[in-house]
């Protein structure tokens, strides 16, 4: 599939990759196809996002938010409260035996470990299966506006379509209408007056 995609959306999947590393992350998620999009800063998509008023710092500002700095999201946390533990006193915890900040000391020191343990021959993250989802459903966009092509406009189509991701989650928490969004990348694609 990849061999369809434009120079811009390799690219953006490459960016995709390296922000899911910055982030410590163990896929690749909407999310971080997300980001990719906007710090391609090229193309329909990064257009249309950067007009919907996102920037690469508040996505990743609301990424964190979502998923929290540990790297649970809220439904892990919500589990977690199930059983009767609560993150917040973990932490505190945490950070009273071991020193403020003592939590992202170890997720700094864990990420460097991690990047080196991970980019080590292929240097390859694995795609989330929604992200993949996301990929598949930017080439049926695609070939729903009849392109034989697929550039970003058609990642951030797919990432619309896909609905349920955490980068649909930072679009709605942002305020942008997935609508909206999709109507503004329609404009620009020349399919809609």
Same mark, same amino acid.
């Given at each position: 599939?990849?061999?369809r995609?434009?120079?811009?959306a ?8 390296d922000q899911a590393?910055?982030?410590?992350a163990a896929?690749?998620?909407?999310e ?11 193309g329909?998509a990064a257009?249309a ?5 996102l ?13 929290g700095?540990?790297g ?8 977690l409260?199930a059983? #009767?533990?609560d993150?917040g006193?973990?932490r505190a @915890? &945490?950070?009273e =035996?071991f +020193?403020p900040? $003592?939590l992202?000391?170890?997720a700094r ?10 980019t080590?021959?292929a240097g390859?993250?694995?795609f989330?299966?929604?992200a993949k989802?996301?990929l598949?459903?930017s080439?049926?966009?695609a070939l729903?506006?009849r ?6 406009e058609?990642v ?5 379509r ?5 980068a ?6 942002? #305020?942008i209408s997935?609508d909206?969004?999709?109507? @503004? &990348?329609l404009? =620009?694609v +020349?399919k809609v $007056?």
């Open positions: 599939m990849f061999e995609f434009t120079d811009g390799r690219h953006t999947v490459v960016l995709a990759q590393r910055e982030l410590c896929h690749i998620g909407t971080h196809l997300l980001l990719g999009l906007l710090v391609e800063n090229k329909i257009s996002l950067r007009s919907a008023g920037t690469v710092e508040a996505v990743r500002a609301e990424i964190s938010r979502v998923v700095p540990d649970l999201g809220h439904e892990d946390a919500d589990a409260q059983i #009767g533990i993150l006193t973990v @915890r &945490i950070e =035996a +020193g900040g $003592a992202e000391r170890a020191r864990r990420g460097r470990r991690w990047r080196r343990r991970r080590g021959f390859h993250i694995p989330s299966p929604r989802k996301v598949e459903l080439l049926r966009e729903q506006l392109h034989n092509y697929i550039g970003t058609h951030l189509l797919g990432l619309l896909e609905g349920r991701g955490v649909t989650l930072v679009l709605a928490r942002r #305020g997935s909206d969004l999709r109507r @503004r &990348i404009v =620009a +020349g $007056a």
